[in-house]
């Protein structure tokens, strides 16, 4: 099997423990990679001034594939977004958050199968933001033309490719006419490339609604970055929550695959983390690597540990650790 070298950030909270957890299941997979490892986030600032060391970002440049766990992002003051920072570094333009039921893991929701296609450098999070005065703060949306067309694109390339029926546009351009207006245009413009998929718009008010009353209905969603990031979480909480909702990154030149979840200070150092989001991760970076096998490997010892319900970790109702979790999935393989 080839043999690829890619780059890997241990993050904040518990970044580092589910890093651990998925490389060792990667190797016991046997999914033939090199890793470059760097420690990234508070930790690394306190002890050397950086949030990314050098050689990392020089790591991902010369491997171009990016495997990265959480890390924390102050609020309100302090640096911005480090996750922010990356995608539109290196125009990771494409955020891909597929949501699927898995049967072994109970919800009030059965057969969820939405992948969600955020855009992911612009919009509100492009960081314009003023403080005019004391009182009043600007903060400023931007949509256009080149990066609305090639998620929208990005999203019915997939739908056509993997026979999915229908993609969802999610907007509010009831309010936003202008911006929100934009993408909802552009949006059926690009759809008559693909008409065997079906192409629909809907308000995100209505879609938050009708997500947790009928989720079977949705398909592919393509939407802005603001709601995205947040129906997304949604979507994660029909499936059994956010230790279970993978995500790649996907630009031009690089790729980055992350969890959804963020570094859960809360649990952090416990050794109850679910490393599952992140392990399925993991699979969408080895099949971006044509490392197809390994992937359906995984997943299939993920299945049936799921299945056996005698290792899970607290999220998912177990009394287990991440520890023991792994081992379980190590043991399938
Ligand atoms: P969070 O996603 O870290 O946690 C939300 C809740 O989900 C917590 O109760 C947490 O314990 C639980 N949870 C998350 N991942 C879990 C897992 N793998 N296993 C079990 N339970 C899990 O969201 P938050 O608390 O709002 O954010 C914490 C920090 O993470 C913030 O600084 C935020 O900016 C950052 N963040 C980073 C990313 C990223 O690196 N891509 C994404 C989201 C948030």
Same mark, same amino acid.
């Given at each position: 099997?080839?043999?690829?070298?890619?780059?890997?950030?241990?993050?904040?909270?518990?970044?580092?423990?589910?890093?651990?957890?998925?490389?060792?299941?990667?190797?016991?997979?046997? &999914?033939?990679?090199?890793?470059? !490892?760097?420690?990234?986030?508070?930790?690394?600032?306190?002890?050397?001034?950086?949030?990314?060391?050098?050689?990392?970002?020089?790591?991902?440049?010369?491997?171009? #594939?990016?495997?990265?766990?959480?890390?924390?992002?102050?609020?309100?003051?302090?640096?911005?977004?480090?996750?922010?920072?990356?995608?539109?570094?290196?125009?990771?333009? &494409?955020?891909?958050?597929?949501?699927?039921?898995?049967?072994?893991?109970?919800?009030?929701?059965?057969?969820?199968?939405? #992948?969600?296609?955020?855009?992911?450098?612009?919009?509100?999070?492009?960081? #314009?933001?003023?403080?005019?005065?004391?009182?009043?703060?600007?903060?400023?949306?931007?949509?256009?033309?080149?990066?609305?067309?090639?998620?929208?694109?990005?999203?019915?390339?997939?739908?056509?490719?993997?026979?999915?029926?229908?993609?969802?546009?999610?907007?509010?351009?009831? !309010?936003?006419?202008?911006?929100?207006?934009?993408?909802?245009?552009?949006?059926?413009?690009?759809?008559?490339?693909?008409?065997?998929?079906?192409?629909?718009?809907?308000?995100?008010?209505?879609?938050?609604?009708?997500?947790?009353?009928?989720?079977?209905?949705?398909?592919?969603?393509?939407?802005?970055?603001?709601?995205?990031?947040?129906?997304?979480?949604?979507?994660?909480?029909?499936?059994?929550?956010?230790?279970?909702?993978?995500?790649?990154?996907?630009?031009?030149?690089?790729?980055?695959?992350?969890?959804?979840?963020?570094?859960?200070?809360?649990?952090?150092?416990?050794?109850?983390?679910?490393?599952?989001?992140?392990?399925?991760?993991?699979?969408?970076?080895?099949?971006?690597? %044509?490392?197809?096998?390994?992937?359906?490997?995984?997943?299939?010892?993920?299945?049936?540990?799921?299945?056996?319900?005698?290792?899970?970790?607290?999220?998912?109702?177990?009394?287990? %650790?991440?520890?023991?979790?792994?081992?379980?999935?190590?043991?399938?393989?």
């Amino acid at each position: 099997m080839e043999k690829n070298t890619i780059t890997v950030f241990k993050g904040d909270g518990i970044g580092p423990e589910i890093t651990d957890a998925v490389l060792k299941i990667l190797d016991a997979a046997g &999914a033939g990679l090199e890793y470059e !490892i760097f420690r990234v986030g508070a930790a690394e600032y306190e002890e050397n001034g950086a949030l990314i060391p050098e050689a990392g970002f020089a790591s991902f440049e010369k491997n171009r #594939v990016l495997l990265k766990s959480p890390i924390t992002t102050p609020l309100g003051t302090g640096f911005r977004s480090l996750n922010v920072m990356l995608r539109k570094k290196y125009d990771l333009y &494409a955020n891909m958050r597929p949501a699927r039921s898995n049967s072994a893991v109970k919800t009030p929701f059965e057969n969820v199968d939405i #992948v969600m296609f955020r855009e992911n450098t612009e919009d509100l999070y492009a960081g #314009v933001e003023t403080q005019v005065d004391q009182d009043t703060a600007h903060s400023i949306k931007i949509i256009t033309r080149k990066c609305s067309e090639r998620i929208i694109r990005a999203a019915f390339g997939y739908a056509q490719k993997n026979g999915r029926k229908k993609v969802t546009c999610v907007h509010k351009a009831n !309010i936003m006419k202008i911006s929100d207006g934009l993408f909802r245009d552009i949006f059926y413009e690009v759809s008559k490339e693909y008409p065997q998929v079906q192409a629909e718009d809907k308000i995100v008010d209505n879609v938050a609604m009708q997500l947790v009353m009928q989720p079977q209905k949705f398909d592919v969603i393509v939407t802005e970055n603001l709601y995205g990031d947040i129906l997304s979480d949604l979507t994660s909480g029909l499936i059994g929550g956010l230790g279970l909702l993978p995500s790649s990154n996907m630009g031009e030149d690089f790729a980055m695959f992350e969890a959804v979840h963020g570094s859960a200070p809360d649990i952090a150092g416990k050794g109850i983390a679910n490393p599952t989001a992140f392990l399925w991760s993991a699979c969408m970076m080895l099949e971006h690597l %044509g490392k197809q096998e390994t992937a359906v490997k995984i997943r299939r010892a993920v299945d049936e540990v799921l299945r056996q319900g005698t290792a899970l970790t607290p999220d998912l109702g177990g009394t287990a %650790g991440t520890k023991e979790y792994t081992e379980e999935i190590i043991r399938q393989l």
